[in-house]
């Protein structure tokens, strides 16, 4: 497949699936715009991993220089590599796309919030888990029983620390596979951590004798950052939250997204 031809079956999807998570988007040249100052971008994957590969850049503030892009990497299968990227894409919205669009609604509709005392400072966001394969209720009822995030908390911790560390980060995990033959990932703004990745590894969640996979994807937003002014058109007011979720307000930039969004509708 031609790139130019690539990237076209790409946006097409992310426009679908966004429209599915209630947002409308549009493709613009190389990206595809949403509501605001949003956009989806996209990048080769560069593993080399096949053509059902590709990385996907939720963009807050398109058009500032040193806005975070928040990358995650996705991949389909497929018989063609249409299918491949179609598939791919929905995985993407389903569990990394899902979180974002929380993050800037706060309702509860596409994923859960939380304050992990392991990770202090920081703020939780988590899409909805992908879990696929032969017999995944077993995998599927291990992710909604355990605290997978906190059990990583010091591995994820040494990566926050980094350079840009105050910045959102994007962490996905994918574990599963089979006893024997299991496979156990965190990615952490697209970059393979080895220590959290051994960590995710030595958990206890089930291997059995059939192939079977998950994959999560959480948001990390720091807290403390100085909150910003409303938007010109707003009164600043929140929109009407569980308890839980106003409690977990976003701060700074991610303020700012949210009252641009709220000044678009």
Known sequence: MRPQDRLAVIQRCVVREM?????????????VRGPGTTA?????????????????????ELGRADAPVVWDCTAGLGKTEEEKLDNAVRMWATTTASALVEL?????????????????????????????GFGNERLAAWLAGN????????AL????????????HGVKLFLGGRAGD???????????SEAASAALRALDWPRG??????????LLTAHGEPQAAPAA??????????AAVAAARPQGLFARWRQARRADR
Do not use: S
């Open 182 to 192: 299991d496979v156990a990932e965190v990615r952490v703004d697209g970059e393979v």
């Open 157 to 168: 911790l040494a990566e926050l620390a980094g350079p840009g560390g105050r910045r959102p």
């Open 104 to 132: 800037g609604e706060g309702r509860g509709a596409h994923g859960d919030h939380a304050d992990h005392p392991e990770l202090p400072g920081w703020h939780a966001v988590q899409g909805p888990a992908a879990v696929f």
């Open 233 to 242: 058109g707003t009164d600043g007011a929140e929109p009407a939250r569980p």
């Open 40 to 60: 989806v971008a996209v990048r080769e994957h560069q593993d080399g991993e096949g053509p059902g590969h590709v990385d996907l850049g939720w963009v807050l």
């Open 147 to 154: 605290r997978v995030v906190p059990a990583l908390a010091p």
């Open 19 to 31: 429209a599915r998570l209630g947002q409308v988007f549009t493709a613009d040249g190389e990206v």
């Open 209 to 218: 004798e059939r192939l079977c996979w998950a994959r999560l994807f959480v």
